[in-house]
């Protein structure tokens, strides 16, 4: 891996308590979706397509005592969008333990297969929180559970896209459970249906709407629970706060 991306921005602390001295180090694995463009073949004149497909990243948090920022180093690169879910995932954090990181620098590093190009987007919050609760409060999350999902300052979790790849890659990945936002509840999957207009047929897609976990469960192999908040997600990782 020859990318690397680190960015810091000051944190201002929301609790009384100080955080000096506060020290732990979390590591979970979370799933993304990324996308493939595929080359364009023998065709000089051809257009390139893309693909998407699920894959895990490991992803960890350790807390020590500094200046009140938010650091994220990462392999592959990550976007701006990442980093703000970094800040927001602190933030729940210090409201959910009470404990005040402003005399701390708290690290997120993120990393992923070499081949992977970069991603971008908010749906680890939901699992940078419970990274950063579960290392002020001396815990370790279950080993065979993993999450997606955005994070709000509220503490609520959010909807994500691809969740079907990314329950896909947390079944190869030997996880027992994926938590998903209960927002993602339901599904639309297409099946094609041959339509009749006279003498005339035509095979046509038709969106038929699922439940998420009926499917997931049925057709990948994988428990579902859905999450609303992050209380929620602490109690199905095994953790107090």
Known sequence: MT??????VSLQGTQNASATGVWGE???QGPAVIEIVNGRGAN????????TKGTMLNISVEIQPGQGRVLVETEPLMGIVFQDAAITAVQVAQNVTGRSLVDADVIFSVEGDAEIPAVDGPSAGALMTSLAIAALSGETPQTDVTLTGTIDESGKI???GGVIEKA?????????????PEENAQLVQYTEEVRR????????RVGVVVDAKEYIEREIGISVIYVNTINDVGQYLGLSA
Do not use: C
């Open 26 to 28: 979390v590591t979970m």
């Open 168 to 180: 896909e890659a947390a079944k190869v990945s030997g996880k027992s459970t994926i938590l998903l």
């Open 158 to 160: 959010g909807a994500i």
């Open 3 to 8: 990318n690397r991306d680190t960015r810091g």
């Open 44 to 51: 000089p004149f051809g257009m390139a397509t893309s693909t």
């Open 197 to 204: 207009f006279g003498p005339i047929s035509r095979l046509e």
